[in-house]
């Protein structure tokens, strides 16, 4: 029952144009069976053609010149959105902050803000945010790090010391977790560890999620 149901498969696969190489891939059948099989559906000269031309080397030049297109599109779309965007007033750059604690920022205790993120860019405008909207002196800030066992630990701290320009007295201990780097995938933005930023300001807190639930509070009114 499974070999007719191969076969039948095979016989959609060949009316579809592949080859007996990409057949046997899908179906794991020697050849010398397909050929039994599809000897009565044999390609067109045309199709046979096709099939030759489309090499490793005509894939990988495909493969580049859509690499290059999309280079080219997003660059253009970069630009726009460039003028578009920038430059952000004060005002701006509060609420973007206001938007971004909102989704990311920790809301679970009463007497501090703060953020983790892998991302030191997304860190860095938190610090810009709290500084300059919110006032609070750099001094204030305190940085956790969350990093691996196999990692560095030195070299790390120092990384993110330099990339925020927050002085190494301002990190408390590190958070280190028993698992290894090679758990983790460091294309998703993991390779420098976790981040974390904490301002101690009961009276801050409340300020800034009250402003979260003047918006929240804005659209739960509005109907859909």
């Not at 892998?118 to 810009?128: E, L, M, N, S, Y």
Request: with cysteine.
């Amino acid at each position: 029952m499974a070999r007719l149901r191969d076969r039948e498969k095979a016989l959609s696969l060949r009316k579809q144009g592949m080859s007996y190489s990409q057949i046997k891939k899908i179906l794991k059948v020697s050849k010398s069976t397909l050929s039994l099989w599809l000897k009565d559906y044999p390609l067109s000269k045309q199709r046979i053609g096709e099939l030759r031309d489309w090499n490793e080397q005509r894939i990988e030049k495909y493969r580049e010149t859509m690499r290059q297109k999309r280079e080219a599109r997003l660059k253009k779309f970069y630009k726009e959105q460039l003028g578009l965007i920038l430059p952000l007033n004060k005002r701006e750059i509060f609420l973007a902050g206001l938007f971004f604690y909102w989704g990311e920022g920790s809301k679970s205790r009463r007497t501090d803000i703060s953020i983790s993120n892998t991302d030191p860019a997304v860190i860095k405008f938190f610090i810009k945010w709290v500084v300059g909207c919110l006032k609070i002196p750099k001094t204030k800030l305190k940085v956790q790090l969350q990093l691996y066992n196999d990692m560095n630990i030195n070299k790390k701290i120092s990384f993110w010391v330099k990339n925020l320009g927050i002085p190494r007295n301002q990190f408390t201990k590190p958070y280190i977790k028993k698992t290894s780097t090679l758990r983790i995938n460091h294309k998703g933005g993991f390779g420098q560890g976790t981040c974390n930023v904490r301002i101690n300001d009961a009276r801050l807190a409340e300020k800034v999620i009250m402003a979260i639930r003047v918006i929240t509070n804005k659209y739960n009114r509005m109907g859909m």
